[in-house]
């Protein structure tokens, strides 16, 4: 603000000069030091954070880093380390208790300070995230978490299982659903590949074989049995070409206690699949006259791409 009214109160106004006298006001010898930190915030802001522009599939599109690339790359521990130095520094030439000390102890706070509580909570889930694993040799995986995003975060009201079996050729996903109410279950029959399918009573795969934690495949099977799949890269939009899905297998019944459903997904789809990989199981449960319940099985991921935030599965070496 403070530059740009005074750029158009005159046009010819040299702004870096301007921008020299602002910081000698404000932090006195601290200056040279909180012109370096305040150029350092603008830089990964204006260029990393939010000016950030790639070409995707629907043209030029700015996109938004992933938090691991926010903590880990933008404003790394190097770059915290700097600008706490520089903090330091400019505080070490100006006289303690002064107007100049106080300016630079706010900017600490506001600037510094809650930037570390960000890279801090990152870490901490993270670390949980990490420990978050489905070795598929150890039977079923049990689904029990409301997604926060649909549902409102707490624990799921009916029984949800996967269980994995691997064979030469595909990856088979098996979903027992409990559902004490199937005369309510609400899918009705859309096409296959339509992008609504997830509003039907549904399971969901969401794979990322290569382990980047960047690309994933999304796959939905309504109780209907009938399939929704996409390609989806979190920095550059999302792909639907449905060919790409050609051999998936999926099937659909009853059971005693609700519904099941079998997802035969071909290893050739999935490129680069490594051993052990991120993925979420998820279901959303769908009854006529109530809201939906998304459930999940990672307590973190708040997103269909949260890919970051997803468990891992662990296949049978």
């Avoid at 006289?95 to 600490?108: D, F, H, N, Y």
Wanted: proline content about 5%; charged content about 30%; glycine content about 6%.
């Amino acid at each position: 603000y403070y530059v740009f009214s005074h750029v158009m109160w005159d046009h010819s106004t040299d702004v870096d000069a301007l921008l020299d006298e602002a910081h000698a006001l404000m932090f006195g010898a601290g200056r040279d030091e909180m012109k370096r930190f305040f150029g350092i915030l603008e830089d990964n802001w204006t260029k990393r954070v939010v000016g950030a522009v790639r070409d995707t599939p629907l043209g030029p599109k700015t996109v938004r880093p992933d938090n691991r690339t926010l903590w880990t790359e933008i404003y790394s521990p190097a770059c915290r380390a700097e600008l706490d130095a520089l903090l330091s520094a400019a505080a070490a030439k100006v006289p303690s208790g002064s107007k100049e000390a106080k300016r630079i102890a706010l900017m600490r706070r506001e600037f510094y300070d809650r930037m570390c509580e960000g890279a801090a909570e990152y870490e901490s889930v993270m670390k949980d995230v990490d420990a978050l694993r489905y070795d598929v040799t150890k039977g079923p995986l049990e689904l029990k978490v409301l997604n926060a995003n649909r549902t409102g975060h707490g624990d799921a009201t009916v029984r949800t299982s996967v269980s994995v079996e691997e064979t030469s050729d595909a990856l088979v996903f098996t979903f027992d659903c409990e559902e004490p109410d199937m005369d309510r279950v609400s899918a009705p029959y859309v096409k296959p590949g339509d992008p609504n399918n997830w509003k039907n009573n549904c399971v969901e795969l969401r794979l990322n074989p290569s382990g980047d934690r960047t690309r994933i495949y999304y796959i939905s099977i309504s109780s209907a049995n009938v399939p929704t799949c996409s390609f989806t890269a979190t920095d550059s939009g999302l792909g639907s070409d449905w060919s790409q899905f050609e051999g998936l297998k999926s099937e659909t019944r009853k059971t005693a206690s609700g519904w099941q459903a079998k997802i035969s997904v071909p290893k050739a789809v999935l490129e680069d699949m490594k051993r052990e990989f991120p993925i979420e199981f998820c279901r959303y449960r769908v009854r006529t006259g109530e809201a939906g319940e998304a459930i999940q099985w990672s307590p973190y991921a708040h997103g269909f791409a949260d890919v970051e935030r997803f468990g891992t599965m662990v296949l049978k070496r």
